[in-house]
């Protein structure tokens, strides 16, 4: 996997959006000023970037949901990722704000770019977009060279991952973010991506939406191999839900796994993290090996 290049006639779509006023945000740095030195990221993908590009002491403002690396547990807080407050963020004076579309955000977008504040919106959908993600703030941050260099970096770690299930039998997968109703990982998300990248087939991924709400009559249909429970509530809660399924190959075979690591649902430079584990949780012969070693 290689750091794509970026994509041709990207920046005429951008000043051709920035002509228009769109809602998004999603201008071209300006030539003249210099780099921003205060800067506000309302999601925590766009706060671990940052850390990851040193630029970490620029932020006087994050999301109440920005908890890593360690040290943004510690900088102000100005609401939630799902409905920020502008009050808060004008209040810290951001050169820059950097965003992340959410369920309830949009409005709070739009007020604070008629207040006069300069926001870049991001996107964190699919694998090609944190690539974006890592090229946009590391050219409004004013250093370009250190997002090539992470981007090439976070491609060589998934590269590795893959590299090693290559040959490996691919499981069935049901990878579930929510207990009750059970909402499942569909295709065309980074999560999805992230399935296939470490050696398993997600057996939702025809499902129609990115994050479906599937009835347990057809988990049994589809007979997952493995069932990731990624969802943030308590294993408990996840063995009460599929005990009763013990046709499902993953129940009868005891492959219910937990995958508590909230890097697995964020677009930011832990996605190779997340990928070794989910490949380790695939595959358990992977970490035997790698402990042997």
Same mark, same amino acid.
């Given at each position: 996997?290689?750091?794509?290049?970026?994509?041709?006639?990207?920046?005429?779509?951008?000043?051709?959006?920035?002509?228009?006023?769109?809602?998004?945000?999603?201008?071209?740095?300006?030539? +003249? =000023?210099? #780099?921003?030195? @205060? !800067?506000?990221?309302?999601?925590?993908?766009?706060?671990? $970037? *940052?850390?990851?590009? &040193?630029?970490?002491?620029?932020?006087?403002?994050?999301?109440?949901?920005?908890?890593?690396?360690?040290?943004?547990?510690?900088?102000?807080?100005?609401?939630?990722?799902?409905?920020?407050?502008?009050?808060?963020?004008?209040?810290?004076?951001?050169?820059?704000?950097?965003?992340?579309?959410?369920?309830?955000?949009?409005?709070?977008?739009?007020?604070?770019?008629?207040?006069?504040?300069?926001?870049?919106?991001?996107?964190?959908?699919?694998?090609?977009?944190?690539?974006?993600?890592?090229?946009?703030?590391?050219?409004?941050?004013?250093?370009?060279?250190?997002?090539?260099?992470?981007?090439?970096?976070?491609?060589?770690?998934?590269?590795?991952?893959?590299?090693?299930? +290559? =040959?490996? #039998?691919?499981? @069935? !997968?049901?990878?579930?973010?929510?207990?009750?109703?059970? $909402? *499942?990982?569909?295709? &065309?998300?980074?999560?999805?991506?992230?399935?296939?990248?470490?050696?398993?087939?997600?057996?939702?991924?025809?499902?129609?939406?990115?994050?479906?709400?599937?009835?347990?009559?057809?988990?049994?249909?589809?007979?997952?191999?493995?069932?990731?429970?990624?969802?943030?509530?308590?294993?408990?809660?996840?063995?009460?839900?599929?005990?009763?399924?013990?046709?499902?190959?993953?129940?009868?075979?005891?492959?219910?796994?937990?995958?508590?690591?909230?890097?697995?649902?964020?677009?930011?430079?832990?996605?190779?993290?997340?990928?070794?584990?989910?490949?380790?949780?695939?595959?358990?012969?992977?970490?035997?090996?790698?402990?042997?070693?």
């Amino acid at each position: 996997m290689t750091f794509p290049p970026r994509r041709p006639g990207a920046v005429v779509l951008v000043l051709a959006l920035a002509v228009a006023g769109a809602a998004c945000g999603d201008r071209l740095p300006p030539a +003249a =000023g210099g #780099p921003p030195a @205060r !800067v506000v990221s309302l999601a925590p993908s766009v706060t671990e $970037i *940052v850390f990851a590009l &040193g630029a970490g002491d620029r932020l006087v403002g994050v999301c109440g949901e920005c908890d890593h690396p360690p040290e943004a547990a510690r900088l102000p807080r100005v609401g939630g990722w799902v409905v920020p407050s502008v009050e808060a963020v004008l209040a810290a004076r951001p050169d820059v704000v950097f965003a992340v579309p959410s369920p309830g955000n949009h409005e709070a977008v739009l007020a604070l770019e008629r207040a006069g504040t300069r926001v870049e919106v991001v996107h964190d959908r699919v694998l090609a977009d944190l690539w974006d993600a890592v090229r946009r703030i590391a050219a409004v941050l004013g250093v370009p060279a250190r997002g090539e260099q992470l981007g090439a970096d976070l491609a060589r770690r998934l590269d590795e991952v893959h590299a090693r299930v +290559a =040959g490996l #039998p691919a499981p @069935r !997968v049901l990878v579930v973010v929510g207990h009750d109703p059970l $909402i *499942v990982v569909g295709g &065309g998300t980074l999560q999805d991506e992230l399935v296939r990248l470490a050696g398993g087939v997600n057996v939702a991924a025809d499902a129609g939406t990115a994050w479906p709400a599937l009835p347990l009559e057809v988990v049994v249909a589809r007979a997952p191999d493995v069932i990731v429970d990624a969802a943030m509530g308590t294993d408990a809660g996840g063995r009460r839900l599929f005990a009763r399924l013990t046709t499902v190959p993953a129940v009868r075979d005891g492959r219910v796994v937990a995958l508590r690591d909230d890097a697995f649902l964020r677009a930011g430079p832990r996605v190779p993290d997340a990928a070794a584990e989910l490949a380790e949780l695939l595959h358990p012969g992977l970490a035997r090996t790698r402990d042997a070693g």
